[in-house]
């Protein structure tokens, strides 16, 4: 935090005294529940969240630059409730964003996110809108794809899923290929999420995709992928027997 100008120093100590103010560490214990990779909060709620986004706003109306520089101390905070808080005033200026807050967000996934629930917040609603303005091509989300954080790499299939209508499935099953030997659980979850939600826009495209794959991939991209098929469509992509022994 010492690092950043006078002013987000301020909307930083704003944040802090706020969620020391309203913490509620027994909501906190219960939310660890859906945290499989550790949860750091104070417990607020949605509402108290937006209360202390709106008061943010109407006293200090960051930019969006501001907030992406901003938002690298909050996620690197480590506490749940600082992440939410730029997640949600960036969601704010949407339309104001440019090159530099996407840099800043990659940032964020690559040193600060630490759980799904941002990374799926960020990928859904604030990362597709840097493809809609035409502020980033896919091109662009490579250096995501070989990212040191899973986040990160998490990050570009579910940003995927706004271009399954956008943009030809041979191109984003091309563009995730690479991918398909990711070691980490959650990209594995996020590949899966993606290819199902393509299945249902070209689903034999995404059929042929999974039959080179399936006797290679990770498990559960194969079945987070298959998960809408009937049980005997499901069956056709079970590894063939060589391949399952060896997996065992």
Known sequence: MKNLPERLQAIYKMIEKYCFDHEDPS???????????????????????????????MEYDPTPQEIADLGKALFKSGKYEYGSMAFLL???????????????????LDAGVENWAHTDLLSTKITPVFLEL??????????????????TRRAVPVTMIWLKKRMEAALLLEFITPMMQDPERVVHQGLGWFLRELWKVEPEAVE??????????????????TEKMSPSRKRLYQKTKKYAKKAE
């Open 134 to 151: 035409e502020i980033a091509t896919l091109h662009d989300f490579i250096p995501w794809r070989e990212s040191a954080s899973k986040w």
């Open 208 to 225: 042929a995709f999974l039959m080179e794959h399936k006797d290679t991939a990770p498990r559960l991209i194969i079945q987070y992928a």
């Open 90 to 108: 960036l969601k704010k200026h949407r339309p104001r964003m440019d090159r530099y807050v996407f840099e800043g967000v990659k940032q964020w």
């Open 27 to 57: 909501q906190a214990i219960r939310n660890m529940r859906y945290f499989k990779e550790g949860y750091d909060a104070f417990g607020l709620d949605e509402e108290q969240l937006r209360i202390l986004r709106n008061r943010i706003l």
